[in-house]
């Protein structure tokens, strides 16, 4: 069996649909997948003080058989934060609530955020079905009137994570309201980026930090940015 670590992921496979989504890709032949506490480990060095670490931890409802439990997912993940000394730089996402659950069970310091998604392609929503959605840790939308901030607000954020698409000024003023901060993903265009900005979101996920920081310029003279 393969350990991650063993592979050569330093560029796409060549007229993969990977490859074709990032044509601008720069290859790092050699580059190897790192485990959370060699990543942690270099923000020790000088050059990387006050960098911070959001940690999306990807597990599925939908396939148990694919990762570690939830209970287990958070436990490594909060030991690494431990053992690096990480905990105060670091917030932790996903799209599966429950690992968000067990999260704030072991280390309630650690700031949380809900990803959302109502696309073909990603739904942990489910509005369109009865009862909670396995996806959200027990929470039914439909109890607190079909509304995502509503949900996540009930759950204990305090960061909502949506689908960039998705965010109107609508439920961007209701989050507001309800207290939670809103950082978008995963937002490449320039203008998309300008936009959102406008809009008054919290912070932008992107692909391309360099565009970010070149789009958002004016936006980050007056206040700091998550990109």
Known sequence: MLELSEFDVGRAKPGSPTSARFPHQRASDGAHIPTLAEV???????????????????????????????????????????????????SVRAFDWRVLQEIRRL?????????????????????????????????????????????VHRFGGPVWSPYYTELTAQSLAEARDLGLRVV????????DMQALARLGVDGIVTDYPDRAIEALAPWRQNAPQTL
């Open 184 to 191: 978008v993903w995963t937002v490449n265009d320039v203008h």
């Open 40 to 90: 942690l480990a270099l923000g020790r060095r000088p050059e990387a003080d006050g960098v911070g670490f959001d940690i999306e931890i990807k597990l599925s409802p939908l396939a148990p058989g694919e990762t570690a439990p939830p209970e287990a997912f958070a436990e490594a993940v909060v030991a690494a934060l431990r053992a690096e000394g990480m905990i105060p730089r670091s």
């Open 107 to 151: 280390a309630p310091e650690v700031p949380l955020g809900c990803l959302t998604a109502e696309q073909e392609w990603r739904d942990n929503i489910l509005r369109d079905r009865p009862g909670p959605s396995p996806w959200t840790a027990g929470l039914d939308i439909h109890a607190h009137g079909g509304s995502v901030p509503g949900i």
